[in-house]
C-alpha cells in the first residue's frame, strides 16, 4: 500500500500499464515533457521513452483519430483531452468513429482507447473547463463512461479501462485531483467497469451520485442521520454500463431513490437513471424518484459557481422534503 | 497569383538601429505613440500578474514579450475594424475600445466582463483554441457581402494553427475571398510544446501557401514592423485584394499562466535570456531616446496612466454588482422555457 492522491494514483496506473504492456501509448498537449498540465503523467516520457509518451500537436480531434488508427494496428492508447470542455473538437472521432469501430467491421477492428479528460467545478477555473459533459457519452453505444471518485478506484478502474477491448472515457474530477490521499495497493489491480458501490449503508433512501458528488452525499448522509433519516450511498462509479442490479437491490430495501449529480437536470445521467429505475424497480418505490441536479443552463462563469453546485444544504433539504410529502 | 512575401521582416534591429537607414520610412509620431502603449501595457501585464495571485482580478495570460505584436497590430486597424480574439490579447481588446475594468471582469467570471459595449467592434475572448479562426472568416464575409471597407482580424497562437478549425478558416477565407488578417502570434510555446515539434513547417507562415493566401513572417519583437506589415495586409483586405496571415515571431517571457504552468520543466533559462534581450521596449525606447523622443518622463508618465487606469478599473470592478442566478437563467435564451424558468425559481441559491 502507498498513500496517493488521485492524480498520483492514475500516474501510478499509467505507470504500471505502460510496464505491463508494451503496446500501449499515451499522448495528448502536454503530457511529454512537461508531465501533464496536472501532472498526471509525470515522469513517464522519461521512464518509458518519448516513442511511448509523447506530446502531440495541438488539435483534439487528430489526438482521438491517432488513437484509432493506432488501434487498426494494434496498438492501444490513453489520449488524454486536455479538459473535457475540449471534446467537442474530437467527438467526431471518439462516437462517430472509435464507438462504430467494432459494429462497422464484425468485430475484424476494435478500438480498445481510453479517452481521459479532467472536467468538473468548483475550482474558478475560465469557461468550458468545469462542465460535466458525460451525458454525451452516455447516450452513444459503443463507449464505456467511466467517472471516479477517489484514488483507490481510480487506479483500480483506469487499469480495468486500459485492458477493457472497447473504448472507454475516462473522467477525472477536478476537485478531487488532490482534495485527499488514501491507501492505494502497489501494483496492478483491477476495480471492474460496470459495477457501483455502496459507500454507506442505510435504509430510507437510495442515494446514487458519482464522482465529486459522493462526498456531498456522504455528507448529506452524516447530517440526515442527526434528524434520523438513513440513507445509503451508492457511487455509480461506472455511468455506462449502469449497475442495475445494485440499483435495484438497494431500492428493495430502501424503497426511495434520489440521484445527486453535478451536471445540469435534463437530458444526462439521472433521467437515464430514472429511466431504468422505472423499468426494472418501479414497484419498489414508495414514491417517485427525485434528482438533485443544478438547473438547465451552462456551467456558470467563476464568480457564481459555489452557489450553483448542489452542496450538502441542497441534498439534505431536497431529501428531508422527499420524506416529509 | 498570391505569393508568400519572403523573409523575415524587420525594421528596427535588437539593439535599436534601423535596418535600412536610408530608406526607411519611420513615422515617429506613430512609434511614440506605440510606446507609450507597449510601456502602459507592460505595467498593466506585470501588475496583473500580482493582482491575479491577490485574487483581486481572475485568471490571467500574461502577454509579456508580445506587446509589439499585440499593440503594432490593433493600431494599424481602423475603429471599425472587427477583432475575434483568443484568450492572450486582452490588451489588443483595450487598444481597440474594451474598458479594462470589464476585461478583470471576464477574468473574474462575471458575465458583465463579456458585454461589449456597442461601439467596441470585437468580440470577447474564447477558449477554445482555433474557434475564433472560423468565424473571423464568417465576420469578414459580411463586411463583403455589405460592401464596408472593414477588415476582420482574428490572434491564434503558433499551437493554435495545428487545429483543423485553423486549415478551414484560412482555406475558407482563400475560397471566399474574405477581407481577413490572421495574426499568427508565434511566442514559441504551446504551453509547453515548442514551435519546432508543433509542425514540421518551416515557417508558420508558410501555411498560408496551401491556402492560396498572402503569408508575411515578421520580427514580432518589432512594433514598426509590425505596425507596418499589418497596415499592408489591411489594405488589401480592404481593397478586395484578400486574406493576409502574418506570422509574428516572439516569444512569451512568462509562463502560460499563472496556474501551475513551470517554464522550467520546457525551456531553459539561457533561451530565455536570450529573448529578453530582443524585448520589444528596450529596442524601441533606444531608437527613440536617441532621437530625443523618449525621455524618462515619457517612461514615467506612462506608467503612471496605466496604475491610474487599473486603479479606476479596479474600483468600477468592486462597484460591480455581483453576477446573480437571474443573469444565468435569462441568457440561455431569448425567452426562458417555463421549465427552466421554474428551475431557476425552485433552485436555493443564496446560502
Ligand atoms: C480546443 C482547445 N484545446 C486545448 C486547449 C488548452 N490550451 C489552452 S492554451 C493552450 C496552448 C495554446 O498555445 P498557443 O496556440 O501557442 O497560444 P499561446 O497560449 O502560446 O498564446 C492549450 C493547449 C484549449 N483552450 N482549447
Known amino acids: 500500500m502507498a498513500e496517493m492522491t488521485m492524480v498520483e494514483a492514475i500516474r501510478d496506473a499509467l505507470d504500471v500499464s505502460l510496464r505491463e504492456d508494451p503496446r500501449l501509448l499515451v499522448f495528448g498537449e502536454d503530457v511529454g515533457v512537461n508531465g501533464g498540465v496536472f501532472r498526471a503523467t509525470d515522469g513517464l516520457q522519461e521512464k518509458y521513452g518519448e516513442d511511448r509518451v509523447f506530446d502531440t500537436p495541438l488539435a483534439e480531434s487528430a489526438i482521438a483519430g491517432l488513437a484509432v488508427g493506432l488501434a487498426m494496428q494494434g496498438f492501444k492508447s490513453v489520449a488524454e483531452i486536455q479538459f473535457l470542455g475540449f471534446v467537442y473538437e474530437a467527438m467526431d472521432q471518439i462516437l462517430s468513429q472509435s464507438a462504430r469501430m467494432r459494429y462497422r467491421t464484425r468485430g475484424r477492428y476494435t478500438c480498445p482507447v481510453v479517452f481521459r479528460a479532467p472536467f468538473g467545478g468548483g475550482v474558478k477555473a475560465p469557461e468550458l473547463h468545469c462542465d460535466s459533459f458525460e451525458g454525451h457519452f452516455v447516450q452513444s453505444p459503443g463507449i464505456k463512461v467511466v467517472i471516479p471518485s477517489n484514488a483507490y478506484d481510480a487506479k483500480g478502474l483506469l487499469l480495468s479501462s486500459i485492458s477493457d477491448p472497447d473504448p472507454v472515457i475516462f473522467l477525472e474530477h477536478l476537485q478531487l485531483y488532490r482534495s485527499s490521499r488514501m491507501d492505494v495497493p502497489v501494483g496492478h489491480y483491477t476495480v471492474e467497469i460496470g459495477k457501483a458501490k455502496v459507500v454507506r449503508l442505510g435504509t430510507d433512501v437510495s442515494l446514487f451520485s458519482y464522482g465529486a458528488m459522493v462526498a456531498i452525499a456522504v455528507a448529506a448522509a452524516e447530517e440526515l442521520q442527526k434528524s434520523g433519516i438513513s440513507l445509503e450511498v451508492i457511487d455509480l462509479r461506472t455511468l455506462s454500463p449502469m449497475d442495475m442490479e445494485t440499483v435495484v437491490t438497494s431500492i428493495r430495501k430502501t424503497h426511495r431513490a434520489a440521484i445527486l449529480q453535478e451536471a445540469s437536470r435534463s437530458a444526462g445521467v439521472a433521467p437515464e437513471l430514472i429511466a431504468k429505475i422505472n423499468e426494472q424497480a418501479i414497484y419498489f418505490l414508495e414514491g417517485p424518484v427525485i434528482r438533485i441536479t443544478p438547473p438547465d443552463t451552462f456551467f456558470p462563469f467563476a464568480s457564481l459557481e459555489r452557489e450553483w453546485l448542489p452542496d450538502v444544504a441542497r441534498v439534505v433539504e431536497a431529501i428531508y422534503r422527499m420524506m416529509t410529502t | ?351
Open chain 2, 1 to 351: 497569383m498570391t505569393h508568400t512575401r519572403a523573409g523575415f521582416h524587420q525594421l528596427i534591429r535588437e539593439d535599436g538601429s534601423l535596418v535600412d537607414e536610408e530608406n526607411a520610412q519611420l513615422d515617429f509620431r506613430v512609434l511614440k505613440e506605440l510606446m507609450r502603449r507597449m510601456v502602459f501595457t507592460r505595467r498593466w501585464d506585470e501588475r496583473a500578474i500580482k493582482l491575479s495571485q491577490q485574487g483581486r482580478i481572475g485568471y490571467h495570460a500574461p502577454v509579456m514579450g508580445q506587446e509589439a505584436a499585440v499593440i503594432g497590430t490593433e493600431a494599424a486597424m481602423n475603429r471599425d475594424d472587427f477583432i475575434v480574439p483568443a484568450y492572450r490579447e486582452l490588451p489588443s481588446l483595450y487598444w481597440h475600445g474594451y474598458p479594462m475594468h470589464q476585461l478583470f471582469l471576464y477574468t473574474l467570471g462575471h458575465q458583465h466582463g463579456g458585454n461589449v459595449p456597442k461601439d467596441v467592434h470585437c468580440f470577447v475572448p474564447q477558449i477554445i483554441v482555433g474557434a475564433q479562426i472560423v468565424q473571423a472568416v464568417g465576420v469578414g464575409l459580411a463586411f463583403k457581402i455589405k460592401k464596408e471597407q472593414r477588415v476582420a482580424v482574428t490572434y491564434i497562437g503558433d499551437g493554435g494553427t495545428s487545429q483543423g478549425d485553423f486549415y478551414e478558416g484560412i482555406n475558407f477565407a482563400g475560397a471566399l475571398d474574405a477581407p481577413v488578417v490572421v495574426v499568427v502570434q508565434n511566442n514559441g510555446y504551446a504551453i509547453s510544446l515548442s514551435r519546432d515539434k508543433q509542425t514540421k513547417a518551416e515557417t508558420l507562415a508558410h501555411k498560408a501557401v496551401a491556402a492560396g493566401i498572402e503569408g508575411v513572417q515578421v520580427d514580432g519583437m518589432d512594433v514598426a514592423a509590425v505596425y507596418d506589415v499589418m497596415k499592408t495586409a489591411l489594405t488589401r483586405a480592404r481593397m478586395g485584394l484578400g486574406p493576409t496571415l502574418i506570422e509574428a515571431v516572439n516569444y512569451r517571457l512568462m509562463p502560460h499562466t499563472l496556474s501551475g504552468d513551470d517554464p522550467s520543466r520546457y525551456r531553459s533559462s539561457a533561451e530565455e535570456d536570450e529573448w529578453r534581450a530582443k524585448d520589444p521596449l528596450i529596442r524601441l525606447r533606444i531608437l527613440l531616446s536617441e532621437r530625443g523622443l523618449w525621455s524618462h518622463q515619457d517612461e514615467s508618465e506612462a506608467i503612471a496612466a496605466a496604475d491610474d487606469e487599473i486603479e479606476k478599473a479596479l474600483e468600477l470592478v468592486e462597484r460591480t454588482p455581483k453576477m446573480t442566478q437571474d443573469d444565468l437563467i435569462n441568457y440561455v435564451f431569448e425567452t426562458p422555457p417555463q421549465d427552466l424558468k421554474t428551475q431557476g425559481k425552485e433552485y436555493q441559491w443564496q446560502r
